[in-house]
């Protein structure tokens, strides 16, 4: 069974402050993955996607990394600002290229930045 | 970037009445749409695949009946919940798949809160 598990649960950090968050997955034939960003009630925003021969993207101050064969990957947010505030959640998809097909989600990191 | 719309953002219906909710992708052809729900505080749960001139796929436990999807066009999809009871009140969330920057993807819409009262 398909799987994506995101860690930690929650996270409280300091504003300017990095973190990291992680995200670990059992999907099969693996295609891509995907980073989302989602402020409360609000849809879901992409950050990065990443394939299999990729191992880090940027995004302004979001890196993601991916290690196909341990299959997990990090999201690591560079100085922390109140606006990151936010759900991440991490999405992984065993579609083949050219068809998105059905994406595995993970529960998500929801994480708080205080001022 | 790809922009997938919905429509309307936010709606108040009386319970037993029926709401439609539409997903529009703007600037791609969506050959794929997936319907979610999310409670407050919880995880995307995946209600439906919608596929362009096809019948919807449905997750377990969603009733087929109940949330009606229609994937008319490359470009919309309509999710109808009908006879909305106040159980149905959530956060709906619509996603298009397409091919963009360094492979495919899926592109939400910013969802639909549907209160039922």
């Known amino acids: ?115 | 970037g790809a922009v997938v719309s919905q429509h309307p953002s936010w709606v108040i219906c009386k319970s037993g009445t029926s709401v439609k909710i539409e997903c529009r992708s703007l600037d791609f052809q969506a050959t794929t749409m997936f319907w979610y729900r999310q409670f407050p505080k919880q995880s995307l749960m995946l209600m439906a695949t919608s596929n362009e001139g096809s019948k919807a796929t449905y997750e377990q436990g969603v009733e087929k009946d109940k949330f009606l999807i229609n994937h008319a066009s490359l470009t919309l999809s309509t999710l109808t919940v009908t006879s909305a009871h106040p159980e149905d009140s959530s956060f709906y969330i619509c996603s298009a798949a397409g091919v963009w920057d360094s492979g495919n993807t899926i592109y939400f819409g910013e969802g639909s809160w549907l209160t039922v009262v």
């Open chain 1, 1 to 115: 069974k398909n799987q994506v598990e995101q860690s930690p649960q929650s996270l409280i950090i300091l504003e300017g402050k990095n973190c990291t968050l992680q995200c670990n997955y059992t999907v099969s034939p693996f295609s891509n993955l995907r980073w989302y960003k989602q402020d409360t009630g609000r849809g879901p925003v992409s950050l990065t996607i990443m394939t299999f021969s990729e191992n880090t993207k940027s995004n302004g101050r979001y890196t993601a990394t991916l290690d196909a064969d341990t299959k997990q990957s990090s999201l690591h947010i560079t100085a922390s600002q109140l606006s990151d505030s936010a759900s991440y959640i991490c999405v992984v998809s065993a579609s083949p290229e050219g068809n998105a097909g059905k994406s595995t989600f993970g529960d998500g990191t929801t994480l708080t930045v205080k001022p």
